[in-house]
């Protein structure tokens, strides 16, 4: 039985097709028969993975957070403004004359009249709002290189399909395998030009795979500069269309030809084939003659070795004839064996000779198994199948031995081959999958609804990592491998066409904060000289909030308006401070005269005569009110002073604490009626009566409660506090009505006078 001719199989790169295309190496029936053999080789273009059509440079977000410290108020009588949370490192600009301010209810226990609040001093400078804004280029993203996928997607162009491969092209040397990556377009197809002329067709096709995916890397980043040259112009990306390009239409005229020539290739192929077919039945019609001639023994064998070398050399021949022509050749070449056995001598050295060429077949065919690429393995194998059908019979004796050997190891190569491309086609099965999650993550994001600029900076940066993750993962099966890959590209143009859209409307908004802003400074201006200090300082707190709460501006301009806004704030702020320094000398002079007042009353004897004893207390009150303020960091320090001098001389006067604090009250009241304003009398009493309202509430809540924790556990423990706090509450109610009867039956003499 003649042997089917084994064709290569597809390189290592190519896709899973080319591994179902593959024979999975089942030996023949017959002996001296090769492995079936396997599909013809497809040309298996390298499938490539998108890039996203933005390719700009990402910046990284600023993301400072705008905040402001509210100028504080001048005046004792203005409210502070609320703090404002500031960014690291921002200055406060002013104290709050509000904290400055002593409240004359904690100064004394007796204050004979209300003296005018006094200005507090300021800092100099206002404070610093830190600015959210943004840079020109925020926004744009630095994605991963597509650069080589982007053109070999274009090069995919039916302009530029070159047809499966054939056997010549597959056997085709790789030449000096140019490098056409350093060279501009139009070297790039002066080589294609070049090639066609000089070269046969069949022999450029590994250049001409090289050349379109280098001119389009070319063609890819010149549109895409354009193309931010169109933006930055301000044109609508939407109605940019490319500049035609006049190299790129002639490199589509050089590939026409190429495929015209090709096309003449391959068809002259086929007619050659039918020559060759015509061609080798004709040996095998003068194979039949020679086998019953009368020549001589060795003219005979010397014809038969010229038609052995012709048909070797005539070439293949189409593939629906291989079969029945190679088992016709064979059997005439067995009977010419048998024609000539009458002459052994020669027979037996023909027949020895085939021998050891079908051994040293076998030992090649066994140091292929342990070749480490199975692709390379297979391939030579079907060189050696061919040299093993071309090689005469052996001695009978020899001939299943050696065919077992052969094909033993044969099979291995075939099963090594068939196992590789399996797991192949599962490992790009396995990609497909992870491509497809990579998918869905982009399309996620790429529906998300508005989000805000650090989400859309941080969603940037996941993109980032998603592309570098895309192009770790290898090949999907062929099939489906561009299907993916513009699944994923047109999420990626989606995200960061939404990005671009977003960022477009930032801007916008930008310049309108920037005229906000000017606005604003405007007003600051106009105001820095005013001297009416309560008025002006609190319109530069509502312009500090306002400014605050207006959005960014482009970092361009941020410094220079806010160095404006600041510098006339300062320059307020600053007048303001030195108008209100002398009021510190009076503070420190109030320090010490209250410093000598507290050594006097220290020294005094309240021991002697009460009533004495109470004028002279009272007498001490007044002065302490009458010297006024004293300096910030000072007034808690003084303030415990006074009450302890106060405490200790009321210790004097009364023996029990109860006394003692009722004994004050008197004091205090007894103030209250020398000073003309009798308002202050009527708020102290309704004070009182509110306050004994509001214990009557808190008695009656907490006798309700004894109820509910009369069924929970650790009852007796809580019921025994609550009873404590309703005795404190109804003891502390007594003394105040009593404080309250105190200022009515001075009001009663009051009236009868």
């Known amino acids: ?384 199948h061919e040299e093993w059908r071309e090689t005469g019979p052996v001695a009978m004796e020899y001939k299943e031995q050696l065919w077992d050997r052969f094909r033993e190891a044969s099979l291995k190569i075939n099963k090594r081959h068939q196992e590789y491309y399996e797991g192949l086609k599962a490992e790009q099965k396995h990609n497909l999958e992870l491509k497809a999650e990579l998918c869905a993550k982009v399309e996620e994001m790429s529906s998300q609804g508005s989000m805000s600029r650090k989400e859309w900076n941080k969603a940037s940066n996941k993109l980032l990592e998603i592309q570098k993750m895309w192009k770790t993962i290898g090949f999907a099966p062929k099939k489906d491998n561009a299907k993916i890959y513009e699944r994923f590209r047109k999420a990626c143009d989606s995200f960061f066409e939404n990005k671009r859209g977003y960022y477009s409307q930032l801007k916008a908004e930008m310049e309108e904060n920037l005229n906000v802003k000017n606005e604003i400074i405007a007003l600051a201006e106009s105001i820095k000289s005013s001297e009416e200090w309560k008025k002006a300082t609190e319109e530069f707190i509502a312009l500090q909030k306002r400014w605050k709460e207006i959005g960014p501006v482009s970092r361009r301009y941020s410094d220079a308006v806010w160095k404006k806004f600041r510098g006339a704030a300062d320059e307020f702020f600053e007048r303001k401070s030195k108008f209100f320094s002398e009021v510190d000398n009076k503070y420190a002079e109030n320090l010490e005269k209250k410093r000598a007042l507290l050594d006097e009353m220290a020294a005094f004897d309240f021991g002697g005569e009460k009533e004495k004893g109470f004028e002279a207390l009272k007498e001490f009150q007044r002065r302490w009110m009458e010297i006024g303020f004293v300096p910030m960091k000072n007034k808690e320090e003084m303030q415990n002073k006074y009450r302890k001098v106060v405490d200790a001389a009321f210790a004097k006067l009364r023996g029990g604490e109860r006394e003692r604090s009722f004994d004050r009250f008197k004091g205090k009241v007894a103030g209250m009626r020398e000073n003309p304003n009798q308002g202050r009398l009527r708020h102290e009493r309704d004070k009182l009566y509110n306050k004994v309202k509001q214990l009557e509430s808190d008695i009656a809540v907490l006798e309700n409660n004894i109820g509910f924790f009369a069924k929970s556990k650790g009852a007796e423990a809580m019921i025994k506090e609550v009873n404590n706090k309703i005795e404190r509450a109804k003891e502390e109610m007594a003394q105040t009505i009593e404080k309250i009867k105190l200022i009515d039956q001075g009001e009663s003499k009051d009236g009868s006078k």
């Open 1 to 384: 039985m003649a042997k089917t001719k084994e064709t290569s199989v597809p390189q290592e790169q190519v896709g899973v097709n080319a591994a179902e295309d593959a024979v999975k190496g089942t030996a023949p029936a017959a002996p001296e028969t090769g492995v079936e053999k396997p599909a013809r080789k497809r040309s298996v273009k390298k499938t490539v993975e998108p890039a996203t059509t933005v390719k700009a440079k990402a910046a990284k977000p600023s993301t400072a957070k705008t905040a402001a410290k509210e100028a504080s108020p001048a005046e004792s009588e203005e409210k502070p403004a609320p703090k404002a949370k500031t960014a690291p490192k921002a200055k406060t600009v002013a104290k709050s004359a509000a904290t400055a301010k002593e409240t004359p209810a904690k100064e004394a226990a007796v204050k004979p009249a209300a003296k005018p609040a006094a200005p507090a001093k300021t800092k100099k400078t206002a404070p610093k709002v830190e600015e959210d804004d943004l840079d020109d280029n925020e926004g744009a993203v630095n994605q991963e290189d597509f650069s080589e996928e982007d053109a070999a997607l274009a090069a995919s162009a039916p302009e530029f399909d070159m047809g499966e491969e054939s056997e010549a092209e597959t056997s085709a040397e790789a030449g000096d395998d140019t490098d056409y990556s350093g060279k501009s377009k139009e070297e790039i197809v002066a080589a294609m030009e070049s090639l066609l002329k000089t070269k046969p067709v069949q022999a450029i096709r590994r250049d001409a795979e090289k050349i379109k995916i280098a001119f389009y890397k070319l063609h890819k980043a010149e549109a895409e500069q354009a193309r931010k040259a169109f933006a930055e112009t301000g044109g609508d990306l939407a109605e940019f269309v490319p500049q035609a390009d006049a190299m790129e239409g002639r490199l589509k005229e050089l590939f026409a030809e190429y495929r015209r020539k090709r096309d003449e290739y391959i068809s002259g192929l086929e007619k050659a084939k039918e020559e060759n077919y015509k061609a080798k039945l004709g040996i095998i019609e003068e194979l039949k003659e020679l086998i019953g001639s009368s020549e001589t023994m060795e003219h005979t064998f010397t014809a038969f070795r010229e038609l052995q070398r012709r048909w070797k050399e005539q070439g293949i021949v189409p593939q629906t004839y291989v079969k029945d022509l190679w088992e016709t050749y064979n059997h005439h070449v067995e009977n010419f064996y048998n024609f000539i056995k009458i002459n052994k001598e020669l027979r037996d050295l023909d027949l020895k000779k085939n021998y050891e060429a079908k051994i040293a077949l076998c030992e090649e065919a066994e140091a292929l198994v342990l070749e480490s690429s199975p692709v390379n393995s297979f391939n030579k194998l079907q060189k050696l």
